[in-house]
Structure formats: structure tokens, C-alpha cells
């Protein structure tokens, strides 16, 4: 078979970079090897796992505001078969969403486990080559599982291995306090297990801002899960009904479940890049330009498999590029503007610099502004006041660097950062643009209104204190 544009992958990276190509008038295969297209994403991804979120908001918000409300409800029940069954529903919709994208943009879906056999053919497995004048690798990423004695147990599971839980466990260990552990920590919690954190570095989500990072921790304690940062797990003890985790200096805890979220390695082994000269590190993954070109001019690669940030939506910006540059065009990825969506209670999302980074880049001059959701008029009607919203800018011409927010639906709210950011806004755009009232996203103008000493909903103080 014969074609303009081959993308080897059919997840974020890969099914945008289809169509995208198609749109602009190539004839372009997809090589996917699940039955579904989608990826990790849409299959045992962010889909899933923010079903499960949605679940989980809704227990809470019996739990704790309806009543406050004047709503009477009885004590929340979770069914979580019919939890399953919702989760399951979401992601078939998703993922045939994809595959009606691809009939009406006349992209063909070749199923099978593809590899390079030269610089202009994929051979697919149990099926044709695929012929193509350029061709996109997004081979996506797999989950890490570190060298722990006893990981082989079947109760110790992976992201996609939670997600297929049909019972709740009564006691979860989580190991890993990065972006997927907590998400899963925050979930687990709310449908009832006990849940204990172990991570070896210092701060729950690492690369995050310290505020929101320890903002989290705070809420994690006081929401009943047990954190044990700076501590290793040494090894695991299957009793057959149970286990024990052994951590840190002679610690243990007994689970009946463990999640393994220690982080994800980009897929570039088996695909035939060393014989076509498409330079590739195992850790870090195929070696992109800001085009999205790897060290063969007309083969691009794009997410998490030639990725730093491992996100679906970098994904889906670097597969327009590169699809676009496949197509003569000139494009390439700014990533000043990537937004970093927490989806745990309470949120947390991030675009720009955090407030280390800023004073990293540009030492004193920083100022920083924090409006938290206890002085917001519809956080409080919503009974959501922990968390606040952190504005971070540079004193010289104002411009605005970052913004970081914990609290309700701020993965929501993090877009109008993104736009601020992308148009490279002072922090006087954002304080002196009107925000509808009421509504959270006016936090957004007041955390620049307090960064600027200009606070109206606030007494006048550059940093407001983290909510208790
Ligand atoms: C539990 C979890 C939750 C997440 N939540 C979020 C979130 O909320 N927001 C967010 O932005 N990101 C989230 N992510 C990350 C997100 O899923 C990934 O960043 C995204 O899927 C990357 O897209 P991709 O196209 O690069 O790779 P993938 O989605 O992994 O797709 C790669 C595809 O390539 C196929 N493939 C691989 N090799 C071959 C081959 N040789 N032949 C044929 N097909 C092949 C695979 O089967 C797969 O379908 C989450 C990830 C996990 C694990």
C-alpha cells in the first residue's frame, strides 16, 4: 500500500497526525495495533482514570455540600459496577469518536504492530507494507516498573491494571507521588480504601510548584491518606491474602492492593529505528526537533514516546506540527503555553513557569500574587473554598510568567492562563480585563490584582496565606 503520510500509532499523537495530514490533502495510514484507536489515552489513560474522577466528585459533593445546600440526599452508596459500566461507556464513545474521524477524513486504519523496514516502508505484522514519502512515529509510552524484590506479585498492579479493578480494595498502597499516583490516591480514597503514598523525593508531584505541591499534601493528610515522602520501597511480601510493603528504614504497611506508578518509558524499542538511522535514547525517547523532525529529515516523531512532558494535549500540538511540516508546510511547537492538569481533590493546574523556576530565571525580580477561593463568591456558594489562585510575573515589563492554581475545577480555568501566556500578556492585561461575576475564573484577575498590591476583595498584602 502506498501513501503520502504513515503514522505508526493511533493514540493523540498519532490520530491527530493522521488527520491532520489528511486535511491537508495526504493520503495517510494509521498503523494501530489495539482493536481501538485511541492509545493509552483514550483506552487506559486520562478517559478512564477522569471518569473515575467524576465518580469520585460526586460522592463528595453528597458527601459534604448537598445537605449544606438544602439538598437531602441519603449517605451516598458507591456502586462501583455501575461505576465500571459509566467508565467503559465514556471510553467506547471516545474511542469510536476516533475512528469516525478517521472515515470522514479518509484516513485508513491498518491494524497491526508495524516497524520500519527501510527509510520508506513499515512492514506490518500479519499484514501489507505500508509505502509513504513521510511518516510520523508516535509510538506512545509503557509503564516503568522499578527492580523491587516481590513486584511480581499479582497485587501489584499498573495504571491499566487499577483501571480494570472490579472491587475496591479495602487497603491501597501507592507507590509513586507523581501525577498519576495521587490522581489515583485522591480517587481511591473517596470510594473508600484506606490509602498510604510512598515516594522517594521530598514533595508529592515533583515538578510542580511547592505551594501547590504542599497544598496537596496538606489536603491529602487531612483527607485520611497516609504520605511517606522520602522513603523507598524495599520489597514486597505476598502472604497469598494478603501484603506487606516494606519502606524506608525497616517501615512496612500491609495492602491488599498495590499501584506501581513510578513513572513511563517511551516506546522506541522493536520499531526497526536503528537500521533507518532515527537516533533514539531507551529513557528519553526519539530525538525531535522543534519541528517535531527526528535525525531523518522526513520522519517526524511526536508524544510520549519522543516526549519530556507525557501529556496528551503536547501530543496533539506536536502531531498538528509535525503532520503539517510532513505537508511542505513550516511549522513548529512553542511550549511556553503547555498546561499541567492535576485531576486530584483538590485540583491543581499549572502553565508557565512555577514560582522557583521564575526566581531561578530572573532572581529578584518576581512578584508573586495569591487569591485564595475563600474571598471568590462562587467558590463559596459551591462549598469548594480550599486552594487559591497564584499569579507569578516579572517587575521590569510586567510580563506575566506563570500561573498556578489549587482548587476547584482550575484544570478548567488553567485555559485562560494558557492564552494570557501564549499572547505574552503583562500581569496588568489579566488584572485589568473584566472577569464575569460571579464566577471562578475571577480569581484569575484577582491573584494579579494582588500580585500588582491592587487587591480589591483582599486586604492589600502580596501574598495571601494558604487557606487552611
Ligand atoms: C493513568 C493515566 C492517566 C493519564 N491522564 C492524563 C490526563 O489527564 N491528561 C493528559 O494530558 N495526559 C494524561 N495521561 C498521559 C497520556 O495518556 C499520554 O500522554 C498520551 O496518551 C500520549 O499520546 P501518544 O499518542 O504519544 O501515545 P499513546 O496514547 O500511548 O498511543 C500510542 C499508540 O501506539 C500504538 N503502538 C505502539 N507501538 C506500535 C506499533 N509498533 N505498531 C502499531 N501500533 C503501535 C499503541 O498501541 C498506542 O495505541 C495519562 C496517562 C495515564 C497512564
Known amino acids: 500500500m502506498e501513501c503520502d503520510v504513515a503514522v505508526l500509532g493511533g493514540g493523540p499523537g498519532g490520530y491527530t497526525a493522521a488527520i491532520r ?5 495526504a493520503k495517510a495510514v494509521c498503523i494501530e495495533k489495539e482493536p481501538e484507536l485511541g492509545g493509552t489515552c483514550l483506552r487506559v489513560g486520562c478517559i478512564p482514570t477522569k ?13 459534604e455540600t448537598f445537605a449544606k445546600l438544602g439538598v437531602q440526599v441519603s449517605e451516598p452508596q458507591l456502586d462501583f459496577g455501575t461505576a465500571n459500566e459509566w467508565k467503559a461507556g465514556v471510553v467506547k464513545q471516545m474511542t469510536s469518536g476516533v475512528a469516525s474521524l478517521f ?44 527492580p523491587i524484590s516481590g513486584l511480581d506479585s499479582p497485587r501489584c498492579v499498573d495504571s491499566t491494571g487499577l483501571l480494570a479493578q472490579t472491587e475496591i480494595p479495602r487497603r491501597l498502597v501507592v507507590l509513586g507521588g507523581g501525577i498519576i499516583g495521587c490522581e489515583f490516591a485522591s480517587i481511591f480514597r473517596r470510594f473508600g480504601s484506606e490509602v498510604t503514598i510512598i515516594e522517594m523525593l521530598p514533595q508529592l508531584i515533583p515538578a510542580e510548584d511547592d505551594d501547590a505541591a504542599n497544598e496537596l499534601a496538606k489536603q491529602f493528610k487531612k483527607r485520611g491518606i497516609a504520605l511517606h515522602l522520602e522513603k523507598q520501597c524495599t520489597g514486597v511480601d505476598d502472604s497469598g491474602d494478603g501484603m506487606r510493603v516494606q519502606f524506608g528504614d525497616g517501615e512496612s504497611v500491609d495492602a491488599d492492593l498495590m499501584l506501581v506508578a513510578v513513572g513511563r518509558g517511551p516506546t522506541v524499542e522493536g520499531l526497526g529505528l536503528e537500521g533507518i538511522g532515527v537516533e533514539f535514547d531507551k529513557r528519553k525517547g526519539i530525538a525531535a526537533d522543534e519541528h517535531r523532525r527526528t535525525t531523518v529529515d522526513h520522519i517526524y516523531a511526536v508524544g510520549d514516546c519522543a516526549g519530556y512532558w507525557q501529556l496528551a494535549h503536547t501530543a496533539f500540538r506536536e502531531a498538528e ?53 475563600v474571598a471568590n463568591a462562587r467558590a463559596v456558594m459551591q462549598n469548594e473554598t480550599v486552594g487559591w489562585v497564584k499569579s507569578i510575573h516579572e517587575t521590569r515589563y510586567g510580563e506575566l510568567l506563570g500561573i498556578v492554581m489549587v482548587g476547584p475545577h482550575v484544570t478548567d480555568l488553567i485555559e485562560a492562563g494558557v492564552v494570557a501566556l501564549d499572547a505574552e500578556s503583562t500581569v496588568e492585561t489579566v488584572a485589568d480585563g473584566m472577569a464575569a461575576h460571579p464566577t471562578l475564573s475571577e480569581a484569575i484577575k484577582e491573584a494579579g490584582l494582588v500580585a500588582l498590591g491592587r487587591a480589591i476583595h483582599l486586604p492589600n498584602r502580596k501574598r495571601a496565606p494558604a487557606q487552611a
Do not use: C
Open 321 to 373: 506540527v509535525a503532520a503539517e511540516n510532513a505537508m511542505g508546510h513550516e511549522a513548529i511547537v512553542d511550549n511556553r503555553g503547555v498546561p499541567r492538569p492535576i485531576y486530584t481533590d483538590p485540583e491543581i493546574a499549572g502553565v508557565g513557569l512555577t514560582e522557583a523556576e521564575a526566581r531561578e530565571q530572573y532572581g529578584d525580580d518576581v512578584a508573586t500574587g495569591m487569591f485564595p477561593w
Open 51 to 63: 471518569a473515575w474522577v467524576q465518580t469520585a466528585f460526586a460522592i463528595k459533593e453528597a458527601e
Open 21 to 25: 495530514a489528511a486535511q491537508l490533502g
Open 103 to 146: 472515515k470522514a477524513n479518509g484516513v485508513e486504519w491498518v491494524k497491526g504492530t508495524g516497524s520500519f523496514k527501510d527509510a520508506n516502508a513499515i512492514a506490518v505484522e500479519g499484514g501489507e507494507d505500508v509505502q509513504f514519502r513521510s511518516a510520523v512515529i508516535a509510538t506512545g509510552s509503557f509503564p516503568l516498573a522499578p
